[in-house]
Nanobody
Framework: VQLVESGGGLVQPGGSLRLSCAASGFTFSGYAMSWYRQAPGKERERVAFITSAGGGTNYADSVKGRFTISRDNAKNTVYLQMNSLKPEDTAVYYC???????WGQGTQVTVSS
């Protein structure tokens, strides 16, 4: 199982970023996926969840209405569209296969002026 995140970077408050997570080594369409984040000195928190077919999603209250999780099972990729970014969204973002302890290496998102 391999998960590789990309798309992080430095963005100003109010800006947008789109994270991608390319999956391999398993039948991607058979598994729900999640995005987590971990800010310095804080515990890792789940920010978004999507079912295996993409028909169901769930978000942390802190990102609801600003972030959108989606997936393309033909491309074995899950996405996190992040809009109206705030400084408190600064963190390392990880994707995770819901079943089993499989994580990507993370991608840094920094929101700062």
């Amino acid at each position: 199982v391999q998960l590789v995140e990309s798309g992080g970077g430095l963005v100003q408050p109010g800006g947008s970023l789109r994270l991608s997570c390319a999956a391999s080594g398993f039948t991607f369409s058979g598994y729900a996926m999640s995005w987590y984040r971990q800010a310095p000195g804080k515990e890792r928190e789940r920010v978004a969840f999507i079912t295996s077919a993409g028909g169901g999603t769930n978000y942390a209250d802190s990102v609801k209405g600003r972030f959108t999780i989606s997936r393309d099972n033909a491309k074995n990729t899950v996405y996190l569209q992040m809009n109206s970014l705030k400084p408190e969204d600064t963190a390392v973002y990880y994707c995770k296969r819901v079943s089993g302890d499989y994580w990507g290496q993370g991608t840094q998102v920094t929101v700062s002026s």
